[in-house]
């Protein structure tokens, strides 16, 4: 009799714990990097980086009503691509939100290139803004010596595609930094791309 009820009891105990590995499992919270979008070359109108380590993704419209967010021109030798998170889409402030934006000018970009970014005078520069205060925003800029990188994965000037990697450190007047890592994007321009 104690045979069949220790048999009985290793049956149920199976049974429980056939039952506890079937129970449904909390999905897990995606990392910093899996919420940026991935690195397409197809035109998506996609771009995100992380600022400090954070997920930062275009949210909201241009409360003043001028490029789209996130905008991408790219005119011959001027290329421009920026994006923000807009906090105060209900007036026509930027109080609270944040930019950031790539410039490239002087020069006609090429599939397959890295560039530098650098201080704004070379022409090749990324700025960081925070505008917590209209008047006087918080700008972090690249220096000679807080740099980074533009690298050109894909440019299709007949579809007007342009896509790629980007990372770069940039400094305020206060010489606090911030770090932009894992930058990605995938945009269909506005312009005419070095056509003559």
């Known amino acids: 009799m104690k045979k069949i009820f220790l048999l009985f009891a290793v049956a149920i105990l199976m049974i429980a714990c056939n039952k506890d590995d079937e129970a449904p499992q909390p999905t897990p919270e995606p990392t910093e990097i899996e919420k940026l979008p991935p690195a397409t070359q197809t035109g998506a109108n996609k771009v995100g980086c992380l600022l400090n380590g954070k997920a930062f993704l275009p949210s909201g419209t241009n409360p003043t009503g001028g490029n789209p967010n996130p905008y991408c021109a790219y005119y011959h030798?001027?290329?421009?691509l920026a994006f923000s998170i807009v906090k105060n889409e209900n007036n026509t402030s930027m109080l609270g939100s944040e930019t950031i934006a790539l410039y490239n000018s002087d020069i006609i970009l090429e599939e397959g290139r890295t560039?530098?970014?650098?201080?704004?005078?070379?022409?090749?520069?990324?700025?960081?803004?925070?505008?917590?205060?209209?008047?006087?925003p918080d700008?972090?800029?690249?220096?000679?010596?807080?740099?980074?990188?533009?690298?050109?994965?894909?440019l299709d000037k007949e579809k007007n595609i342009i896509s790629g990697t980007f990372w770069f450190d940039a400094v305020n007047e206060q010489g606090k930094k911030v770090e932009i890592r894992d930058g990605r994007f995938d945009m269909v321009?506005?312009?005419?791309?070095?056509k003559v």
């Not at 690249?142 to 740099?147: A, C, G, I, V, W």
């Not at 321009?189 to 070095?194: K, L, S, T």
């Open 77 to 80: 030798d001027n290329f421009v």
């Open 115 to 136: 560039y530098l970014l650098k201080v704004s005078a070379s022409n090749h520069s990324a700025v960081y803004t925070h505008y917590n205060n209209i008047v006087n």
């Open 139 to 154: 700008s972090y800029e690249t220096t000679e010596n807080h740099t980074g990188e533009l690298h050109i994965t894909k």
């Open 189 to 194: 321009f506005e312009g005419w791309a070095g």
